[in-house]
């Protein structure tokens, strides 16, 4: 997942995170009483079933798994918690690769990539996962090497797949990466594993599941790029 060379064009990469919700009981009392009575306010079920959804709550969860497609090359490559701060061929995907380190290393493995990359593509990328990736590392104290989000109607910096399907919210009800991937004859994603099971792997520290599971979405979030790249996108790219 190296970057381009001078002289060459900046290769287009898409990528995708998994999150490990940290344990409720971690969380001070405070925080606990506000969180809940903002999810009351939605519903009773809401409250009740927080606790076990914290990964998908701003600054509650860590970053676990970071998966990367390169499109140009077609070549993988996933950043997985773990220890050795090395790159190493991925026996969970051949011909990938994958790097382990602690939290703090692999987003500082991340940024030193995506400073030299051009275009990133994703599935919800501009609601989730480039938030939590700026968000978490300004709370480790990482500074990120660009902004993930851009300019909302413009897919140069970031084309945020799900923005693409729904028309930036024209098409008021949205579908999975798994549906539109079906839809498009791109092989699913899902599996044995979905991102509810996330926190749990982690907690039993199957680290390399994880990132399997995240390069499986990073991989179909490519594929479905490519998928409508000489159709839809073209329109969205005169904005």
Request: net charge neutral; aromatic share 10%.
């Amino acid at each position: 997942m190296s970057a381009a060379p001078p002289g060459l064009r900046a290769p287009v990469v898409a990528f995708d995170i998994e999150v490990a919700g940290i344990a409720w009981e971690e969380v001070d009392e405070a925080t606990r009483h506000y969180l809940l009575e903002r999810a009351r306010r939605v519903s009773p079920e809401e409250a009740e079933g927080l606790p076990h959804r914290l990964a998908l709550v701003p600054g509650m969860g860590r970053v676990v798994a970071i998966g990367m497609w390169n499109l140009e090359k077609d070549q993988g490559a996933v950043l997985a918690h773990g220890s050795g701060c090395k790159w190493q061929a991925f026996d969970e995907m051949p011909g990938t690769k994958i790097f382990h380190g602690n939290e703090r290393e692999i987003l500082d493995e991340f940024w030193s990539l995506a400073r030299e990359w051009g275009t990133v593509v994703t599935y919800n990328g501009r609601g989730y996962d480039g938030p939590v990736l700026m968000i978490r590392s300004a709370m480790l104290g990482i500074a990120p090497t660009r902004n993930l989000l851009g300019y909302r109607y413009s897919i140069k910096d970031h084309c945020d797949l799900m923005e693409v399907m729904h028309f930036h919210g024209a098409q008021r009800r949205t579908f999975t990466l798994d549906y539109w991937c079906r839809r498009f004859g791109v092989e699913s994603p899902k599996g044995t594993m979905d991102g509810s099971q996330v926190a749990e792997k982690a907690r039993a520290g199957r680290y390399d599941e994880i990132a399997s599971y995240c390069l499986r979405d990073t991989r179909a979030t490519a594929d479905l790029f490519r998928r409508i790249q000489s159709t839809l996108i073209p329109l969205f790219a005169q904005s």
